[in-house]
C-alpha cells in the first residue's frame, strides 16, 4: 500500500555533509494529507540492532531526533511532492550505518516504534 525508495547514500569523511531522500508513494494520496501518516529514519550498522534517527509528521512537519544526531541532521519533507529529506550535517564514523526511510498510519511521529513500511536501504559510510 505505501512505497519507499531511499536515495542518496554514499561514502564521505568525517565532518563532511550528505542528504538523503525518500519517496514515497501509495495507493491513495488522501491518506498522506489527513495527518495520519508518520515518516520516519532508522539506521543499521554492522552487527548492531536497528535505531531510530529521526521522524516526521506528514501535515504540519512536527519533528522528533534522537539524542545522537540532534543538532546534525534535519529531517524535512519537500514542500511540492511526497518526497521526506535527511540534511546530515558533521557527520561522525559512528553514522556508518544503513539508513532506512519508514512510514505509519500514525500522527504519533515521536514515537519510535509502529512503522510497518519501509525501503530498501541506503548505505552511508564515514571514513577518513
Known amino acids: 500500500q505505501v512505497h519507499l525508495v531511499e536515495s542518496g547514500g554514499g561514502s564521505v569523511q568525517p565532518g563532511d555533509s550528505l542528504r538523503l531522500s525518500c519517496d514515497v508513494s501509495?495507493?491513495?494520496?488522501?491518506?498522506?494529507?489527513?495527518?495520519?501518516?508518520?515518516a520516519g529514519w532508522f539506521r543499521q550498522a554492522p552487527g548492531k540492532e536497528r535505531e531510530f534517527v529521526a521522524a516526521?509528521?506528514?501535515?504540519?512537519?512536527?519533528?522528533h531526533y534522537a539524542d545522537s544526531v540532534k543538532g546534525r541532521f534535519t529531517i524535512g519533507k519537500a514542500s511540492a511532492g511526497n518526497t521526506v529529506n535527511l540534511q546530515m550535517n558533521a557527520l561522525k564514523s559512528t553514522d556508518t550505518a544503513v539508513y532506512f526511510c519508514?512510514?505509519?498510519?500514525?500522527?504519533?511521529?515521536?514515537?519510535?516504534?509502529?512503522?510497518?513500511?519501509w525501503g530498501q536501504g541506503t548505505q552511508v559510510t564515514v571514513s577518513s
Open positions: 519508514a512510514g505509519k498510519f500514525d500522527a504519533a511521529y515521536y514515537v519510535p516504534t509502529g512503522y510497518n513500511y
Open positions: 516526521i509528521r506528514w501535515d504540519d512537519h512536527s519533528t
Open positions: 501509495g495507493r491513495n494520496r488522501g491518506w498522506f494529507t489527513a495527518g495520519w501518516f508518520s
